[in-house]
């Protein structure tokens, strides 16, 4: 009786997970959709396609819908159904589920996830549409903005706009402390920030420059971007354990934590500012008289007029690399076709005006005060730059400007490494030469485990 | 079937034969076999679907490499050995998660108890306290924790100013790695309004003649609470513990906006942002499984979180009940 019972329960058992593993096996042979080239979008057939993007403030919204009317005006049977406020994470879960709700064409603020969308193949090779249209990307594009946007020879989007980060000063904390011009090397930074300085017990009535990689734009990648480091090797792996470059960076960046009070003071202090993206950064509010920032800091500023003068200059650089100062970070907007989609004539056609069509382009950097991403737009005449806003165009055009590599699980190396920078600089992690060791070693791991 | 069966046999379509009592006792069963399976079917089909369905998932694509996109390839123990050995974030999201599990727990419990016992001993505005001690609990998590990250602000915040009037220490909080976790405990002390319900309604459930009886045989309050209110209560304790394991092993939300919020991260401009600020200190592993699975889209190590997450909480419950023999009354 027992023997029957328990062959019964393990019949039931097996039946259950025969079941659940079937299942499991239907549901997890779930590939991405064919792509589908031809949509008859070209013989004047209507098409709708869907756009995901991430802008969501008004002004912004409003640029990219005014775009995205212009172009359909051009391409009267071609219609657009703009999605706004949507951030990666959702665009990744979106392109793997597919279905008749995923979007056609995508943005993404973020160059970060370009090796990753391109390895996934979840956005499509954009050579053949260039190829088809007669593009030349080196000519087009500047080769920053040309680097991140594509990975190991496959360019799946294309800049949209970018962002170029520069050095603000506080031109009244400067003629206070007998500064007469912006620093250009890091030896007359770490001086000038140090003068800039006006201390107050535990904490400070002004600070020259917030050093802490939690303090907003100082992160590891962009500071590193005044050295132009190499990231990984030919061989693929991780390279920051090797080039020098990375270390001195690290090694710099501890020597300001230390010269202007210490991590525990300045971490006290960076919780006293206010939102970064709001009148309360600490720029406005005078809090700090030097900061990293990208370009759309001088959009803000105008706008939230703070009681003092200010102006920009490229970030400076290493003493041993003085002839370089005018170079910076270079990130941006990049936009692609999801792989999945059934509409990539249409798809292309919008992607190709966004981002070669040079009164689209100049028009959109005009109204929400970005970067233009193509050589012509940058040097239109009608590209609307004041002498702060153009440090930025110049970064832009430096041929020694640089962006941080795509990778085959996208930020992730980037993520290592900053959290290395937190454990240093808070002291946390004392041997560098270990610490970096052994994120280079994590590096690779991750990499190898995406691969 | 019988046809079948006969034809199997190649005995051919035997004659009709009165039923014996054997078969009529089995026909019996079997009726009874499929109405018992009838009434726990809906029990079966909720647990095989959300349930065991997943468990089989999980531990599938934990041998898999599986990224979204295709099929999943079988990788054998890759993933398992990542994780284990490839991951140093995985060691200390495991250290804090056992820290809140242990000290979190705990304390919410005791205070849980604490805040019950006082309400039950109030004689006037008992309405008014319960209200007070509940109403925290209803508070959203992500409001809560922002308005705590506010309050605690090591630069800014009134409670640091009150403690530098008072010529206390004033500690770092969600900014300093050593009172990131202390400081999400307090928060989960604040919102303790669940327990101190539940404990409340088990309070006031202990027989009174028993602690007229201790009263009689010279029990003084810490007697009685000893030997009368605990082994009355302990099944209410042994719950809130087994249930406050599992809800904190599950510890997402208030970590990762306490991290987001002091480390100054508004995560809108396309910045890496990794969770765990101050340090890693805040870094529990439902926020790795996240990580892994939907930002990284590693699911295979992301499932082998989920499954250390899960023999954790089993083992932890398994234990606890089976020393306290269940949500049983204790003989003490």
Known sequence: ?451 | MSLAFGTRKGTGSPAPAAPSTQHLLRRKRRREAARTLAFLSPWLIGFSVFFLYPLISTIYFSLTKYNGFGAPTFSGLKNWDYVFNDLPAFWQGLRNTLWLVVIMVSLRVVFGLGIGLLITKVKTGVGFFRTVFYLPYLAPPVAATVAFAFLLNPGTGPVNHLLGELGLPQPGWFSDPTWSKPALTLLAMWGIGDLMVIFMASLLDVPKEQYEAAELDGAGPFQRFRYVTLPNISPIIMFSVVTGVIQTMQYYTQAIVAGKVAGGIAGNSGQQFEPGYPQGSTWTLPQMVYNLGFQRFNYGAACVVALVLFVISMAVTSILLRRKSGFMASDD
């Open chain 1, 1 to 451: 009786m027992h023997s029957t019972t328990s062959r019964r329960g393990r019949r039931t058992i097996a039946a259950i997970t025969g079941s659940a593993v079937l299942a499991l096996l239907a549901t997890a042979c779930t590939g991405s959709n064919d792509a589908g080239g031809n949509d008859d979008s070209a013989s004047g057939k209507d098409v709708t396609i869907t756009f995901w993007h991430g802008w969501s403030q008004d002004n912004e919204v409003k640029a990219i819908n005014d775009n995205i009317a212009a172009f359909e005006k051009a391409h009267p049977n071609i219609h657009v159904k703009a999605v706004a406020n949507i951030a990666d994470d959702k665009v990744n879960q979106a392109l793997r589920a597919g279905g008749d709700d995923a979007p056609d064409v995508v943005s993404s603020f973020t160059t970060n996830n370009v090796g990753m969308f391109c390895s996934t193949k979840s956005f499509a090779d954009l050579k053949p549409f260039l190829d088809k249209s007669g593009i030349d990307t080196a000519r087009t594009f500047p080769s920053a903005m040309l680097s991140y946007t594509q990975f190991q020879g496959n360019q799946c989007s294309l800049p949209l706009l970018g962002d170029a980060y520069g050095l603000y000063y506080n031109k009244k904390a400067f003629a206070d402390a007998g500064i007469t011009a912006p620093p250009k090397t890091f030896s007359e930074f770490a001086a000038d920030a140090v003068k800039l300085t006006v201390n107050d017990g535990d904490s400070y009535k002004q600070l020259g420059f917030m050093p802490l990689y939690h303090g907003y734009e100082s992160t590891t990648e962009h500071f590193l971007g005044q050295y132009g480091p190499t990231y990984f090797n030919a061989d693929g792996k991780s390279a920051i354990a090797t080039d020098p470059k990375v270390a001195q960076m690290l090694t710099w960046q501890k020597s300001m934590v230390d010269k202007l009070g210490g991590y525990a003071k300045l971490d006290k202090y960076r919780s006293t500012f206010g939102e970064e993206f709001s009148a309360k950064n600490p720029f406005h509010t005078g809090q700090v008289a030097m900061a990293i920032d990208g370009e759309w800091r001088t959009t803000s500023l105008a706008e939230n007029k703070p009681d003092f003068d200010w102006a920009t200059a490229p970030f400076p650089v290493p003493d041993d690399q003085a002839d370089s100062w005018g170079r910076g970070y270079q990130t941006g907007t990049i936009i692609g076709i999801a792989s999945g989609s059934k509409k990539q004539a249409a798809a292309w056609e919008l992607v190709k005006y966004l981002t070669t069509d040079t009164d689209a382009v100049v028009n959109f950097a005009n109204a929400i005060h970005n970067v233009p991403s193509t050589f012509d737009a940058l040097n239109s005449p009608k590209l609307v730059s004041d002498p702060n806003f153009k440090t930025f165009l110049d970064i832009a055009k430096h041929p020694q400007s640089g962006t941080t590599p795509a990778s085959v699980n996208g930020g992730g190396y980037i993520v290592s490494l900053q959290n290395l920078g937190y454990d240093y600089e808070s002291g946390k992690q004392g041997d560098l030469a270990a610490g970096l060791a052994a994120t280079a070693k994590e590096i690779d791991a991750a990499i190898a485990q995406a691969k």
